[in-house]
């Protein structure tokens, strides 16, 4: 398979990112470098971008698709969660615009080996970064039942939490889970008929659920936004592409705390805390994709664009 990336709200990005400007901008989930050529190609050499991602396929084809901009694109293989770090040893001080698109990308999912797909019978891995050891199947055959049941209802929003949870612990104890399809079928016994006819496929909540634990998606997603702010010159602005309500809810929750940072008691004449601003919200709503974008890219369907203004240095 070739690893493939058409950008989801192309022109709501770049128009809040402006690259035209010119200067140093972060692509913190690079993919296949859809978003990276755009912004590339409107730096039209002005500046630089650099992608990072935690898949070493993704690095890869980005870098060939991104080639002809020669020094003006910086791959790096890491974790946008780590991006104070990653900038510090490129010796770059603050960045002028970030994108974070925190899809899981289209090779991925459609990839039968990687495991990210409830359509595909495949190995239990879900791996992003493929060198990372924790896979979808040690999740699935070591947490305990209340540990599965905590994952299932906090990161997947699945109702039917303590019942999954029980039938993988049952399923596991005759032999370990392997493979998509089992998970899939578990789920499936799991959940009762009238339910299954509700909402989609039945194990959507599920694999979401395991795949953002096996990841670490969430857990440290509010101060990698603020992180991002924090690297960003004045001026400079942040965007953050979001697939379901939980992430959609941490960035918009970030962006009011950053917006206004201030702790004193709603009733309290003036501020004596002291906080001030640090960013300019641009999304009082968050940006989502017209009828024709969904028909051509029907991925873009479930996308939500937040952006922020940085307003001040730290």
């Known amino acids: 398979m070739e690893f493939s990336h058409i950008p989801i ?18 692509d913190c989930t ?13 730096l039209s050499g002005r500046g630089r971008l650099i992608g ?11 870098a060939k698709r991104l080639e002809p901009f020669g020094e003006h694109f910086v791959p790096v293989k890491g974790n946008f969660f780590e991006l104070p770090h990653i900038l ?22 459609d990839n039968p080996e990687r495991g990210f797909s409830y ?14 050891s924790l896979t979808a199947a040690e999740v699935l055959n070591t947490y ?23 039938f993988i612990v049952k399923a596991r104890e005759e032999k370990p889970l392997a493979r998509t399809g ?28 395991i795949r953002i634990e096996v990841n670490g998606e969430l857990s440290g997603l509010s101060q990698a936004v603020e992180q991002m702010v924090g690297c960003l010159n004045p001026g400079g602005r942040v965007a953050v592409l979001t697939f379901h309500s939980l992430e959609d809810r941490i960035v918009k929750q970030t962006f009011a705390r950053l917006q206004n940072p201030c702790t004193c008691p709603p009733d309290a004449p003036v501020c004596v805390c002291g906080k001030k ?6 999304t009082k709503k968050p940006v989502t994709a017209d009828e024709d974008e969904v028909e051509r890219n029907p991925r873009a369907k479930s996308a939500k664009l937040r952006a922020a203004e940085k307003l001040t240095a730290d």
């Open 119 to 132: 359509h595909q019978d495949a190995p239990l891995d879900m791996r992003m970064d493929q060198s990372a």
């Open 182 to 209: 089992e998970l899939v079928e578990l789920v499936r016994a799991a959940i009762p008929a009238a339910a299954r006819r509700e909402g989609g496929h039945p194990a959507k909540r599920t694999f979401q659920a």
């Open 9 to 26: 709200l192309p022109e709501a990005c770049l128009g809040f990112l402006e690259p035209q400007r010119g200067g140093t901008f972060v």
């Open 277 to 282: 601003p640090v960013v300019r919200v641009l």
């Open 144 to 166: 305990s039942e209340r540990e599965l049941t905590r994952v299932l209802r906090e990161w997947g929003e699945e109702k039917w939490a303590p019942r999954i949870a029980k």
């Open 52 to 62: 990072i991602d935690r898949d070493s396929e993704a690095l890869r084809a980005a």
């Open 30 to 42: 690079l993919g296949g470098g859809g978003h990276a050529e755009l912004v590339l190609r409107a």
């Open 88 to 109: 510090q040893t490129l010796g770059i001080g603050a960045a002028d615009g970030i994108l974070a698109d925190l899809g899981v990308s289209s090779y991925q999912l």
